[in-house]
């Protein structure tokens, strides 16, 4: 079956840009989706269609896809973005949605 | 804004089954071409998505959960279920629903309910 990997934590300081990675077998081919989960909360979706924002979310979460990883990016990073942050894609061979193992962004 | 809300025990034992329900309100359930999802959690773990069902009844289930579970639409009462049976302490999680779109391939899960924690223990 399809495995999204994300690297399990990510650190950065306040001001400064993180960059959460998810690596999949030409993932790239795929439409990618990403949400943010704080403790006790469900998800929040993010960014949608591997780059686009919905409505609400501040212009410092960007996506991009290709090759074998997609990546989300937040700059300006804020205290309040500190949260686990997973990926989402459709996989075709197992017929299911799949979600990356997720990364916590820790604020320093 | 369409909200959704998940209902159900909080506890239930080895073996048996599990029935929560998901009601939606701020919309029908019926309109625009959506599907309607659960995804769980275990305490500490990621994202699973179990199965999804269309208003007309359609399911898709994740292959690894296939055989337990059951997932329908109520659309007199704007609500969907899950049933998952055979349960065991694997099936300790928090269980969220959550609303996506028809095109599987592109689709995301754009409103979500708080969850609710089911803990399966004798």
């Known amino acids: 079956s399809y495995v999204l990997t994300q690297p399990p934590s990510v650190s950065v300081a306040p001001g400064k840009t993180a960059r959460i990675t998810c690596g999949g077998n030409n993932i790239g081919s795929n439409i990618v989706h990403w949400y943010q989960q704080k403790p006790g909360q469900a998800p929040v ?23 074998n990883t997609a990546t989300l990016t937040i700059s300006r990073v804020e205290a309040g973005d ?9 996989d075709n061979s197992s017929d299911r949605y799949v979600f ?3 990364t916590k962004v820790t604020v320093l | 804004q369409v909200q ?14 599990l029935s ?15 599907y309607w999802s659960w995804i ?14 269309y208003t007309s009844g359609i399911t898709k289930y994740n292959p690894s959960l296939k055989s337990r579970v059951t997932i329908a639409v109520d659309a007199s009462k ?17 269980y969220y629903c959550a609303r996506d779109g028809d095109d599987s391939s592109s689709s995301y899960f754009e409103y979500w309910g708080q969850g609710t924690l089911v803990t399966v223990s004798s």
């Open chain 1, 45 to 67: 979706l993010v960014i949608y269609y591997d780059s686009d924002r919905p409505s609400g979310i501040p212009e410092r979460f960007s996506g991009s896809n290709s090759g």
């Open chain 1, 82 to 90: 500190e949260a686990d942050f997973y990926c989402q894609v459709w």
């Open chain 1, 100 to 102: 990356g193992t997720g």
């Open chain 2, 4 to 17: 959704l809300q998940e209902s159900g025990p909080g506890l239930v034992k080895p073996s048996q089954t």
């Open chain 2, 20 to 34: 929560l329900t998901c009601s939606v309100s701020g919309g029908s359930i019926s309109s625009g071409n959506y």
């Open chain 2, 40 to 53: 769980r959690q275990p305490a500490g773990k990621g994202l699973e998505w179990i199965g999804r069902v």
């Open chain 2, 78 to 94: 704007n609500r969907f279920s899950l049933r998952l049976t055979s349960l065991t302490a694997a099936d300790t999680a928090v």
